[in-house]
Every structure is written in C-alpha cells, then in structure tokens.
T-cell receptor, first 111, second 115 residues
Framework: GQQLNQSPQSMFIQEGEDVSMNCTSS?????WLWYKQEPGEGPVLLIA?????ELTSNGRLTAQFGITRKDSFLNISASIPSDVGIYFC???????????FGTGTRLKVLA | ETGVTQTPRHLVMGMTNKKSLKCEQH?????MYWYKQSAKKPLELMFV???????ENNSVPSRFSPECPNSSHLFLHLHTLQPEDSALYLC??????????????FGPGTRLLVL
C-alpha cells in the first residue's frame, strides 16, 4: 500500500544538539501530523499542519508543511534526554478516513 | 492523558482462546480506528468506524472481529489467533467533518502476545 518515506531511520545525538527529520510522499496531502511514541505507549500528537507552507511550533519542536504538499519536516532544538523515542509522520488526503504513516525515526539522546 | 483509553494494556492468549480488546474515547469524536503495530513496520490500519458504521476493512483476517456499539466505544474481538498476530494494537479516534477528518488521537495500546 501507500507509504511515506521517513528519514533518517535512526539518530544518535548529543544532548543539546538540534535534530531534523523529514517525510516525503509521492502523493499530495492536505494534512500532516507528527507524533512521538515511547516504549509501551501509543503515539502522542506533537504538531498538526493543515496548510501548505505552514510553520508551527510546540515548545522546542517546529514542523513545516512543505510547499509541494508532498513533504514535511520536524525540527527539535536543544535536545534533552526525554526527547528519546520514535517520531512518526502521518499524512492524509481530503475525502478519506485514512492517515498514511511513516516508518518512524528512532531518536536516542546521549547525555 | 489523550482522552482515549484502552484495556487491557497487556494480554497473553493461546491460539484457541477468545478475548476482546476495548477502547473508549472521551473526546466527542465520531470516528474510531483500530491499528496494528508490529516491530519495524509502519502502523497498519485495520478497521475504521464512522458514525458507528464500518467504512474500512483493510483485508483483515476474520479471526479479528470489530464492534462499535456507539460513537464512544470500540471493541476488537479475537479468536483462534496465530503467533504472528502478536503486536501492539492501537485504537484512535478523530472528528470527521464532511470529506475531511481532523487530527487522530491514539490510546496507549494493548500489547498482545499469542502463544
């Protein structure tokens, strides 16, 4: 089925560093969501994007809805140990009940 | 607290058992979803209910049987499962308006192990 390409697959970074990850699709989406999932828990919504070009922040997190509507980016500034987890993107098109999920970026922060 | 609860959080069952997973949403949404999450694979959409009607069934084996008695509750009935069905089962809900849907919120999941 349809799938989003999310990269990188995993990242090991030092505490205090900035992090960037992205998702690309062959399809145009009208909604992008970014989630974080910790072990044994469900995904928790971080940021929702509804308009091409939109840039939205949530604390140290910033996400952008790509102009082409086929990609999205998530940045984390000044990472801390509790940022550890798997970050998922998800995209949806109008007229569908489905969100397509990326394969996730596994983030590890070294103190 | 995301407003979506799931029980049980963990379940171990034999291949001949029958069990049910329960999901409840307290967000006033009108659509609910079951997803399967296996290691190193994207989330797999299993079923979608909108206004208590099933609108999506992604070729899921009949040993999985969903039930949506009202807009706040969703069940997944399990019987004669296989070991490869072991996974994290996630419930989600959203508000569907016309041809678009808003953000999906997830429950904490049920970790299922089939022996």
């Amino acid at each position: 089925g349809q799938q989003l390409n999310q990269s990188p697959q995993s990242m090991f970074i030092q505490e205090g560093e900035d992090v960037s990850m992205n998702c690309t699709s062959s399809s145009i989406f009208n909604t992008w969501l970014w989630y974080k999932q910790e072990p044994g828990e469900g995904p928790v919504l971080l940021i929702a994007l509804y308009k091409a070009g939109e840039l939205t922040s949530n604390g140290r997190l910033t996400a952008q809805f790509g102009i082409t509507r086929k990609d999205s980016f998530l940045n984390i500034s000044a990472s801390i140990p509790s940022d550890v987890g798997i970050y998922f993107c998800a995209g949806s098109t109008s007229g569908t009940y489905k969100y397509i999920f990326g394969t996730g970026t596994r983030l590890k922060v070294l103190a | 607290e995301t407003g979506v609860t799931q029980t049980p959080r963990h379940l171990v069952m034999g291949m001949t058992n029958k069990k049910s997973l329960k999901c409840e949403q307290h967000l006033g949404h009108n659509a609910m979803y079951w997803y399967k999450q296996s290691a190193k694979k994207p989330l797999e959409l299993m079923f979608v209910y909108s206004l208590e009607e099933r609108v999506e069934n992604n070729s899921v084996p009949s040993r999985f049987s969903p039930e949506c008695p009202n807009s706040s509750h969703l069940f997944l009935h399990l019987h004669t499962l296989q070991p490869e069905d072991s996974a994290l089962y996630l419930c989600a809900s959203s508000q569907v308006r016309g041809s678009s849907q808003e953000t999906q919120y997830f429950g904490p999941g049920t970790r299922l192990l089939v022996l």
